[in-house]
T-cell receptor, first 115, second 112 residues
């Protein structure tokens, strides 16, 4: 079956602009995670959805970042007034459940470049 | 606080064995994962340990000691395609979200 997909694969924008990054999880996976990976670093947690609700948004760096998952499937990460420091690869992962033993399946990521 | 340490880079020879270490200090623990990530690609799952001991899976094995906050990934019969970044990640046990806390990754270069 299909894996996690993310669009766009690359996004170049100018400082101050608004961007949306989309994640299509594996069908039937209730848990969805967003991570951010800077060059040479491991992924850093941003936000977790269980179903439609954001159960943990403690990793969002500030209020310019927001994410939704209105129907419990596709999720969109929204970044307002982008800054150069937002440049990174944004990874989405899904899991059948959040419980112990369930691996997270990662998408290929969206590489965001803020000029 | 949360801290996961692994070496930044390692080099090994094709056909050899390499061990990548990971130490962690986290406020909670609910399992440890190893992921492989080729440049520009998604991390892919390699192994999962929640109890102490060794888990073997083909050419890859992973070990966990919870009392020492220590894990290693062992790769045998190295192949050129094993050149990648290897990510150690602890599943957060202090919350009920299952989020992963990653180390910085170890870039492994396999030479002929």
């Amino acid at each position: 079956g299909a894996g996690v997909s993310q669009t766009p694969s690359n996004k170049v924008t100018e400082k101050g602009k608004y961007v949306e990054l989309r994640c299509d999880p594996i069908s039937g996976h209730t848990a969805l995670y967003w991570y951010r990976q800077s060059l040479g670093q491991g992924p850093e947690f941003l936000i977790y959805f269980q179903g439609t609700g954001a159960a943990d948004d403690s990793g969002l760096p500030n209020d310019r970042f927001f994410a939704v998952r209105p129907e419990g499937s596709v999720s969109t990460l929204k970044i307002q007034r982008t800054e150069r420091g937002d440049s990174a690869v944004y990874l989405c992962a899904s899991s059948p459940q959040r419980g112990a033993g369930y691996e997270q399946f990662f998408g290929p990521g969206t590489r965001l470049t803020v000029l | 606080g949360q801290n996961i340490d692994q070496p930044t880079e390692m080099t090994a020879t094709e056909g050899a064995i390499v061990q990548i270490n990971c130490t962690y200090q986290t406020s909670g623990f609910n399992g440890l994962f190893w992921y492989q990530q080729h440049a520009g690609e998604a991390p892919t799952f390699l192994s999962y340990n929640v109890l102490d001991g060794l888990e073997e899976k083909g050419r890859f094995s992973s070990f966990l000691s919870r009392s020492k906050g220590y894990s290693y990934l062992l790769l045998k019969e190295l192949q050129m395609k094993d050149s990648a970044s290897y990510l150690c990640a602890v599943r957060d046990g202090s919350s009920n979200t299952g989020k992963l806390i990653f180390g910085q990754g170890t870039t492994l270069q396999v030479k002929p």
